[in-house]
């Protein structure tokens, strides 16, 4: 019942975003990706680290895991509202 009312309330977000022509982004709390090449990511929205070693590094996003997969990764840098990641980007996946 709980979820059900989240995913009505997220749903409702997302069309008022869309009826006022409003960044998804900003009012429904999502992460924004983008991905430069195959050699960085940059994430914005993201609350924190929750693995990081030099094939994979997860991320909390606000709504969901955020996934990156790949060879030598690092973090560049990273604030309260981005990080960038460097290394060989083989995929990035969005876990519920």
Avoid at 4 to 25: G, N, T, V, Y
Avoid at 43 to 49: D, H, L, R, T, V
């Amino acid at each position: 019942m709980k979820n059900d009312k989240r995913a009505k309330i997220q749903e409702q977000k997302e069309q008022l975003a869309d009826l006022f022509s409003l960044p998804h982004d900003i009012v429904c709390g999502a992460s924004n990706v983008s991905i430069i090449g195959s050699m960085r990511v940059v994430i914005e929205n993201y609350k924190g680290i929750l693995e990081y070693d030099k094939d994979v590094i997860l991320l909390q996003g606000k709504q969901s895991k955020i996934k990156v997969c790949g060879n030598c990764l690092k973090v560049r840098s990273y604030n309260e509202e981005e990080i960038i990641i460097d290394g060989q980007i083989d995929g990035v996946l969005f876990i519920k």
